[in-house]
DNA sequence: AGATTGCATCACTA
DNA sequence: TAGTGATGCAATCT
């Protein structure tokens, strides 16, 4: 079994295009270059306005007579300061929120590219937060209010993080890759001989992943299958 | 160990 | 000076 990013989306009616969510981020895949794009549909488009900005320097440039047109001036001044101000400061909330997705598309490369599911690599909040220096509980916040759209569907961000093990040979491996073949030994097992969690960890070691039994148990745990003894049928 | 969350702080506004 | 949003730190959860 697949994990769903769209849970509700699938079913025997056919995928529905209902869309719940608006996703923050856009990946596209420009003939092998991936581009991130931030949609900032809720934030209207901000720029100032360039009338205003040519009339100040119009004036500004020219001296002012009248009292009442330096004072005009003086005004459109303070209002264009302000705007830029507050332009750059949601320019800069932007530019974390890009940042942080750029770190992970840049982590998980193949993903975006194939989107298989297998792809995606060890990733946790601090290598992300490392490399955008950025603390590791906003990287959380964002991870857990952020969506992506991609050509493969919208994700989570929370979707990308995956903690990893480490094999014989150094080699880091999502433990997403230990879930499905954990999966797949159970559903082929006999159902008289249930595989123990010990059995399991034998299993995943003659293959090359040297994972404790406690730690299969959480796995297995992690993914709704009880215990040997209650898989067992007759 | 890694993720989440409450709280303090900073910078700035009204 | 009270209010606000982003952020970091540290306690707490899983």
Redesign the pocket.
């Known amino acids: 079994m697949k994990l769903n990013p769209k849970p509700g989306e699938s079913g025997s009616s056919g995928s529905g295009k209902t869309q719940y969510i608006i996703p923050d981020f856009t990946v596209r895949n420009e003939d092998g270059h991936l581009l991130v794009t931030l949609n900032s549909r809720n934030t209207p488009e901000l720029r100032l306005s360039a009338a205003y900005a040519e009339t100040l320097r119009t004036y500004e440039s020219t001296p002012q007579k009248e009292q009442q047109l330096k004072d005009a001036v003086q005004y459109i001044k303070q209002k264009v300061d302000?705007a830029r101000?507050f332009i750059d400061s949601v320019k800069?909330?932007q530019n974390?929120l890009l940042n942080t997705m750029e770190a992970i598309v840049k982590c998980q490369r193949e993903f975006f590219l194939e989107g298989e599911e297998t792809y995606l690599r060890p990733m946790?909040?601090?290598d992300i937060a490392e490399t955008i220096?950025?603390?590791?509980?906003?990287i959380?916040?964002v991870?857990?209010s952020k969506y992506v759209e991609t050509e493969f569907g919208i994700y989570p961000l929370?979707f990308f993080?995956t903690?990893g093990i480490s094999t014989d040979e150094g080699e880091e491996v999502s433990n997403r890759e230990i879930k499905k073949i954990l999966e797949e030994a159970i559903n082929k097992e006999n159902k008289s001989k249930p595989l123990t969690d010990d059995a399991l960890a034998d299993l995943l070691k003659a293959k090359g992943y040297n994972i404790a039994r406690r730690t299969v148990a959480k796995y297995r745990e992690q993914m709704n299958i009880p215990v040997a003894r209650m898989r067992k049928e007759l």
């Open positions: 302000g101000w800069q909330r974390t946790i909040l601090k220096g950025m603390d590791v509980s906003t959380s916040r991870a857990n929370k993080f903690e």
